[in-house]
Every structure is written in C-alpha cells, then in structure tokens.
C-alpha cells in the first residue's frame, strides 16, 4: 500500500502511469517546447521515460517572433534538447498575414497547429496541466461556448482530418507542483514577459482572479476540472444523438436537407453543429449557427445558399448541405503538364490530383502516348462519350446529370491528350481512353 502512495505521488510515474497504456512501445512522441517551466518539466519527464518503453522523442519548437527574446528562447530550446540527446526542429513562422484578422493569439495558436502537423510522428505532446484545464473552462464560459467548447481537455486526443493524435500528460497536475519539480531537479527555463501583462484574458484570470477564487474555493481547480469532464459527457453524449438522427449518413457526404426537417429545433441545432465539427470546420457562435440553420431549412427551393464563416462555406444545393473552406481565386488559364508525376497540385478547387496505375480499369495508359498530358479548366464547349452505347454528351448536361454542385463545375481538372478530352476527374472517362481488361492504366482522383 505504502509503494502504491508512493508511486501516485511521484510526478514520474504518473505520467509514466497515464501514458504506457496508451503509447505503444517505438511509438514517436513530438513534444511542443516553449522553453517554459511547464514544457520543460515535461522534457525531463519524457526523456528520461522514453528508453524504459522505447518511445522516440523529439521536439519542436515554434519561434512566433513576437517577442524580442524570441531569439534566445530558440537557442535556449535547442540547447537544452543538446544535452538531452532529443533530436529538436525549430520553425519560424510569421504571424503578421493573420493578425489584423485574427488577433496575435489566436493567429499564434493556428500557426502552431499548422507547424505541428507539418511534422511526421505519431503523438504530439503538449504540457497543459490543470491550472490551464480551469483558466480554458472559465474563457470559455466567459466567452459563451456551448458544451463541446466548455468540454473538458483530455489526456488523449485522437487524431483528425487536420491534426495528430495529441497527449496532455500533465491535466491533473497544478502549476505548483511543476514548479516544485523543476527546483527539485534544477532545471532552468525561460520567462515569456507577456504573461505578465494582464491585457490578455488568460493572463488577467490568472494573474488577478484565480488567487483570488483560490482564497475562497481552494480546490476550485478540481471542482473546475469535474465540471469540464461532466461537458464533455455531455458533449459525447449529444455526438451519439446526432450520430442515430443522420443513422445511414456517410461521413464526408453533404448532409440532407431532411434530417434537419425530421427534428426538432434543438435537435437539428445539434445535427447541423455535428456536421460542421466531423467536416473539419470551425464551431461558430450560438448566433451564427441559429442564423445559418435558418437559412439553410426556409430560403426557398432554387436559392443559392452560401454562408460565410471563419473562411469556411456552408452551401445547400438539391437539397443537401455542403461545408468546405472558402473557395479562393484561381487562374482561368490554368494549364499542368503531366510528365509521370504520382501527384499534382490543382490550385483551382486547392485539391491535389492522385495519378496510380491499375490493370483493366481506368485510363489506357498505352492511348495516353499518343500526345502530351495535360490538365485545364472547362472552356464551356466540351463533349465526351462515357459508354460505348451512349450517344456524345455535353460536358454541361453530364454535370447536371451527375448532380454536381454548381460552383465546383468551373474547377473541375480536365484530362487532355493533345487536343483531345480524355476524362473530366472523378466524374467520367472518354469512352475511347476507358482501359481493357488486362490492359495498363491509370487511375486519376482528386483528395
């Protein structure tokens, strides 16, 4: 009993505790280094872990240039991963393109995400602990989040569409607990000076509200915590909901118009809200998402609907919901030369072009020799014959045919051997470059 105590009050294992059940051995670990006491605890914590269950470590630190110490914490980060033998990559990225839009933090945090994910591993590890679990809760209530924005953080985040799995090991321990490591082991770390500085809501909740609750409530970092897991129940929960209301939905598949009609308001609300959060997109306000609901569910038949949000898109065409990032502007002329390439970028519709070869199925490789291979945009007077038995069709008619939404028509990849249309991507192959059985072809798909 007394080794048990033992064991769950020692800061190693229990991290080492919470984690070996859920990061298999040769797994790698990408630990985010800021160079604060929190992060750098969790180096030492990792590293020395690392070799009894044969995880790979490495680090990354992202240097947002903001601060005129950003230099030093960069080199302060690599050195110390210098002397743990922890491999480190350091990126620089430029927060000035999104600031005026976003603003420094929020700017700051989408340009960490996208750094992160950038990187190949198999965890990501990130050093929020319980001080910062409750500070989350409070901004968001104070911001007015629904329940999935009040959810809890939790220890293991699965990987999505957009991110890698991530790991936050340290959820149930305070900062003071950190701090009383750190001095223990004498580790050294850097001081970020804007944490001083209460402009920035984080900083004013922990810097003048949070001593002051902890007078009061001194274990309101628990109490806090209990409640965020209790969202977050109730957050999987309304997810089970909206997953028996859409019942044959294919993720990935616009949504119909009718699920949302089959429901009650509230319902629908959580039908509509599922939707934007398993396509990718960012969550709107309350406000946002009632009006977007609105339109989608009572503008009449033939509207075009498209709501903007976040650079996001919601769309309903055919009576069916569409969610992607806003579509930027492109080059009419836009013309790619094929010379064997596995992939290609197709910045019309910010797609990329998959080009893998097959036997008996897709386009005859051998009638691909006949002339250069290139990509384009519909000119507006293209035909094609897709079978055999089937008379030539307008590309115009086959699109409508295929219920393709109106404002993809124009950024459709056109496949063209010389002059001639061999296949318009993912929607039909010329019937005369469709490959035989047994015979060498290509498939081409957009992602």
């Known amino acids: ?197 209460d402009y920035y809501p984080r900083n004013f909740l922990r810097n003048q509200i949070l001593p002051k609750l902890e007078e009061k409530f001194p274990a309101y970092r628990n109490t806090l915590s209990r409640s965020a897991s209790h969202f977050a129940e109730a957050s999987e929960l309304l997810d089970e909901l909206a997953q028996q209301d859409l019942q044959n939905w294919v993720k990935g598949d616009p949504l119909d118009l009718a699920f949302l009609h089959s429901v009650s308001l509230p319902r629908s609300k959580n039908l509509l809200r599922y939707f934007l959060y398993t396509s990718g997109a960012p969550m709107p306000q309350s406000s946002h998402l009632d009006d977007m609901l609105q339109q989608l569910m009572e503008a009449r038949k033939d509207a075009a609907v498209c709501i903007e949000f976040a650079h996001w898109q919601v769309r309903r065409f055919q009576n069916k919901i569409y969610v992607l990032p806003s579509l930027s502007d492109y080059d009419r002329n836009l013309k790619l030369t094929w010379q064997g390439e596995n992939e290609l970028e197709w910045p019309a519709s910010n797609k990329r072009l998959l080009l893998t070869k097959s036997t008996g199925q897709g386009i005859s490789l051998n009638k691909l020799q006949q002339a250069p291979i290139t990509f384009r945009l519909r000119s507006g007077k293209e035909k094609l014959r897709p079978f055999s038995n089937a008379s030539t069709r307008s590309l115009k008619n086959l699109l409508q045919e295929k219920k393709i939404p109106p404002w993809l028509r124009e950024r459709l990849p056109l496949m063209y051997c010389g002059e001639e249309l061999v296949c318009v991507v993912d929607v039909a192959i010329t019937e005369r470059y469709q490959a035989q059985n047994g015979e060498e072809g290509l498939s081409v798909t957009s992602v």
């Not at 030492?44 to 903001?66: E, K, Y």
């Not at 991963?81 to 945090?109: F, M, Q, T, W």
């Open 1 to 197: 009993m007394a080794n048990s105590r033992k064991s769950k009050s020692n800061l190693l294992e229990r991290v080492a505790e919470a984690l070996s059940p859920v990061v298999p051995q040769e797994h790698s670990i990408l630990l985010g280094l800021s160079g604060g006491i929190d992060s750098v605890v969790l180096l030492h914590l990792l590293s020395t872990l690392a070799p009894r269950f044969s995880w790979r470590l490495s680090a990354l630190h992202i240097n947002h240039g903001i601060s005129p110490n950003a230099d030093v914490w960069a080199k302060f980060c690599e050195e110390l991963c210098s002397r743990y033998k922890v491999p480190i990559i350091i990126e620089r990225v430029d927060i000035a393109p999104l600031r005026n839009e976003h603003g420094i933090e929020a700017a700051a945090r989408k340009l960490r995400q996208a750094a992160f994910f950038r990187q190949a591993c198999d965890f990501v590890a990130l050093a929020h602990h319980a001080d910062d679990q409750a500070e989350t809760l409070l901004l968001q209530l104070l911001r007015g989040a629904g329940i999935k924005g009040v959810a809890a953080m939790p220890l293991l985040k699965h990987a999505t569409a957009l991110t890698h799995a991530t790991l936050r090991p340290l959820l149930e321990i305070t900062r003071d607990l950190l701090l009383k490591y750190a001095q223990k082991h004498e580790l050294n770390w850097v001081e970020d000076e804007s944490n001083a500085v």
